[in-house]
């Protein structure tokens, strides 16, 4: 089952352990997929399409995929 629950930096960074900030540098330098929705001009992923970028980004040192 595909979850949809939708993420912002902060939980993306809550779920590889590093700061909000990180997350958004990674999505300035290109590192992040785009995003899944924008909502007021925010960007949102589902929690699947971010666990999928963590089990295959490039140094993924097995970081937690709950």
């Not at 993306?12 to 785009?34: E, F, M, N, W």
């Not at 666990?51 to 097995?62: M, Y």
């Amino acid at each position: 089952m595909t979850d949809h629950r939708l993420w912002s930096y902060k939980e993306i960074a809550a779920h590889i352990r590093v700061q909000p900030d990180t997350v958004r540098s990674y999505r300035k330098h290109g590192l992040l997929p785009p995003p899944d929705l924008m909502q007021g001009g925010k960007p949102y992923w589902y929690a699947e399409t971010i666990r999928v970028w963590v089990a295959n980004r490039p140094g993924n040192r097995n970081r937690r995929s709950d």
